[in-house]
């Protein structure tokens, strides 16, 4: 089962947290899997906003870069997407996925709402 939280409604300039837990995935398949979140805004693509592989590296979508974070919790099974300094184009359902061997596992996405 995988959960998200955190999302909600935010002035620009704000920042929320967003979270993602994998519940009842074993440690070696969370710690083997690239980590993913996504947001598809009306009438758009869904687009990849940042990612972790196995390997710890990260890479975010230009626009979110110095201001969006991803990290993750092997104790907790859970993934997370900092967002700082939000604007009203970061306004999507952001969803989580994680990815491991052919196999992908997807949040059932939250609302973030960027609006003054």
């Known amino acids: 089962q995988v959960v998200e939280s955190g999302g909600g409604l935010v002035q620009p300039g704000g920042s929320l947290r967003l979270s993602c837990k994998f519940s009842?995935?074993?440690?070696?398949?969370?710690?083997?899997?690239?980590m993913d979140w996504y947001r598809q805004a009306p009438g758009r693509q869904r687009e990849l906003v940042a990612s972790?592989?196995?390997?710890?590296?990260?890479n975010y979508l230009d626009s979110v870069k110095g201001r969006f974070t991803i990290s993750r919790d092997n104790v907790k099974r859970t993934i997370y997407l900092q967002m700082n300094n939000l604007k009203p184009e970061d306004t999507a359902v952001y969803f989580c996925k994680a990815g491991y061997d052919s196999s992908d596992y997807w949040g059932q996405g939250i609302q973030v709402t960027v609006s003054s």
């Open positions: 009842g995935m074993i440690l070696s398949v969370f710690t083997g899997s690239t």
């Open positions: 972790s592989s196995s390997g710890r590296s990260t």
